[in-house]
């Protein structure tokens, strides 16, 4: 449950000035689970075109992806990232919570709110990976629900190095995909 005070809304482009000053405010905290970021990421104009690049894969379906708000302030992110629908009907989870907002169960609701409205959309499994030495977000996906199910060496480019994941999975309902879904083949 999200804590009082909080709220997780759908990402827009008007949130580019609180994005760009939530990244700049955590950006050594984001540093170790993040890529490198071009300095441009920590701007107004930069996080309008991120943010304007974002929407269009919302539009297109291969995404969603909310903002955590407390009063004016962007104080967390969560995605669904990679939305792939046929015989896979996933997607991949991310997310981050601003330092000073730590351990207050904003993660968990968030990845919490991000299956929900993945059932919604009709996907079937939510994954995620995590550096094996990230045990916050490993606590974060346990909480939600999430099993880990494998650990994939040098899986995502991340702090400027290969980095090796625990990957994790939540399988939404098992309910049989209509015969009519498309198919790979
Ligand atoms: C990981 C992160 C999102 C957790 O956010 P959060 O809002 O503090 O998480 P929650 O309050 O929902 O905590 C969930 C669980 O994690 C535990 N936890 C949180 N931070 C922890 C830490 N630093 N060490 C150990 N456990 C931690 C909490 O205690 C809780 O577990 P519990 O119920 O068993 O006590 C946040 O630390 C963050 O933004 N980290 C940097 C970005 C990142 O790692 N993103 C995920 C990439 S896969």
Do not use: K
Not at 69 to 76: A, K, N, R
Not at 136 to 143: G, K, T
Not at 156 to 166: E, M, R, S, V
Request: contains cysteine.
């Amino acid at each position: 449950m999200l804590p009082d005070g909080y709220r997780i809304v759908p990402l827009r482009v008007d949130h580019a000035e609180a994005a760009a000053a939530a990244y700049t405010r955590n950006r050594e905290h984001l540093a170790p689970w993040d890529p490198v970021r071009e300095e441009s990421f920590y701007t107004v104009e930069g996080q309008q075109d991120a943010l304007v690049r974002q929407l269009s894969l919302v539009e297109g379906g291969l995404m969603a992806a909310w903002v955590i708000e407390h009063g004016p302030d962007v104080v967390g992110r969560v995605n669904l990232n990679n939305v792939v629908r046929g015989v896979l009907c996933s997607a991949a989870v991310g997310y981050w919570v601003d330092q000073t907002h730590l351990r207050r169960g904003l993660a968990t609701a968030a990845v919490e709110h991000a299956c929900r409205e993945a059932a919604a959309m009709g996907l079937h499994r939510v994954e995620a990976g995590t550096m094996v030495h990230n045990v916050a977000s490993q606590r974060v996906l346990l909480r939600a629900g999430f099993e880990q199910y494998g650990m994939a060496p040098r899986f995502l480019f991340i702090a400027g190095d290969w980095q090796d994941h625990n990957l994790y999975q939540r399988i939404l309902h098992d309910a049989p995909l209509p015969v009519t879904a498309p198919t790979f083949g």
